[in-house]
């Protein structure tokens, strides 16, 4: 496979500086025993950023934001703008998650809008889609990731600076956990997608990571699957060994 395994740990709305301090430098240490079968990534909130990216120095672990606004700058009390993260040393940011598309209710074209924002900026994104339970047994999970990624995806998106992370709703921080099988259709589903927007090529290169409930024990299966390209890491990214122990399962 050419593409490149990408684990990431979203660490949500979790950490102080002092404890991230620490679960970062165990990371970067960690990561730099490993052979580099996987690119590495971690997300803390935005107070974190700074204190993590000195943590990191000098390892090849990249940070990442949860969100942006789509504006450059301006009078958005409460919001940071892309320019900022990448100010703050960040190369991506997670746009589309799940839970703010629940608690902010944000919509699939506010999250192109903030993708290609992001983009300009100069970050790579990390676009999140899935379905809910209810829709999974109304037998919609194909056609509601399928519109997600047709009006999330930004303009502008290429196999190096866009990646996609299929994470259904009722996997998320629930410890259930999609079969290889169901994940692997849904991510065949989503290249099928890409490649119809974009092209064969770009969607062959293009990274799709499963997220929803990965954990060591169950990481080496979805990782085996031919469309998972890596994982976005919740509560398991939260645990150095459990992060560390998950990104040498990559092949
Ligand atoms: P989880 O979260 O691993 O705790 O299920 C994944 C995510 O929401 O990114």
Not at 33 to 49: G, I, M, N, R
Not at 55 to 73: F, I, N, P, W, Y
Not at 161 to 173: D, H, K, L, Q, S
Not at 207 to 222: F, T, V
Request: hydrophobic share 40%; proline share 3%; charged share 25%.
């Amino acid at each position: 496979m050419s593409r490149k395994v990408l684990i990431a740990g979203n660490w949500k709305m979790n950490g102080l500086i002092k404890g991230s301090q620490a679960l970062a430098k165990e990371i970067a240490l960690a990561t730099k025993s490993l052979k580099p079968q996987a690119e590495v990534l971690v997300c803390p909130p935005f107070t974190l950023l700074t204190t993590v990216k000195k943590a990191l120095r000098g390892s090849r672990v990249m940070l990442g934001a949860q969100d942006c606004h789509m504006e450059e700058k301006g009078a958005h009390t409460g919001d940071v703008s892309p320019y900022m993260l990448k100010d703050a040393g960040c190369d991506y940011v997670i746009l589309g998650h799940s839970e703010r598309r629940t608690d902010h209710k944000e919509s699939s074209a506010l999250v192109k809008a903030k993708a290609e924002s992001a983009l300009k900026a100069g970050l790579k994104v990390i676009i999140c889609v899935g379905e809910t339970l209810d829709e999974r047994n109304k037998g919609k999970a194909l056609s509601v990731t399928e519109k997600q990624v047709k009006d999330s995806l930004p303009d502008g998106a290429t196999a190096s600076n866009t990646v996609i992370a299929y994470e259904p709703v009722w996997a998320i921080g629930t410890g259930k956990t999609a079969t290889p099988q169901d994940a692997q259709e849904v991510h065949a589903h989503i290249r099928k997608v890409l490649a119809q927007k974009l092209s064969k090529s770009v969607a062959t290169r293009m990274r799709i990571l499963y997220g929803g409930s990965m954990k060591p024990q169950n990481a080496s299966e979805l990782l085996n699957e031919e469309d998972i390209d890596g994982g976005l890491i919740g509560g398991a990214s939260l645990k150095a060994e459990d992060f560390m122990t998950i990104v040498s399962k990559a092949k």
